[in-house]
Nanobody, 117 residues
């Protein structure tokens, strides 16, 4: 299971961190990521971090967002700076769990971020 938290209402230019904690078969967690879905839009990938710490970001958040993880605590954090109204949406935590030689994708329940102008 993935439990996300940290969403809320922030003014443009502000900062906020989202956190997600995994429970269950955590020793099998591979990549962890954050996605977001803005109103009336499709869900999109925001940031991804491998088990080894390699990161990848959507162009729209590069230089503003930072993803990190603590494998000992099974958590992944998305720190967001210089927030913009277009960052508004529901943010979902995602984890790829190894199952045999393949993997299964798990989703958290989502946490809502609203950035006011």
């Amino acid at each position: 299971q993935l439990q996300a938290s940290g969403g809320g209402l922030v003014q443009a230019g502000g900062s906020l961190s989202l956190s997600c904690e995994a429970s269950g078969n955590t020793f099998r967690i591979l990549d962890m990521a954050w996605y977001r879905q803005a109103p009336a839009k499709e869900r999109e990938a925001v940031a991804l971090i491998s088990r080894g710490g390699d990161t990848n970001y959507a162009d729209s958040v590069k230089g503003r967002f930072t993803i990190s993880r603590d494998n000992s605590k099974n958590t992944v954090v998305l720190h967001m700076d210089s927030l913009k109204p277009r960052d508004t949406g529901v943010y979902y935590c995602n984890a790829a769990i190894a199952v045999g030689e393949s993997s299964v994708s798990y989703w958290g329940q989502g946490t809502e971020l609203t950035v006011s102008s």
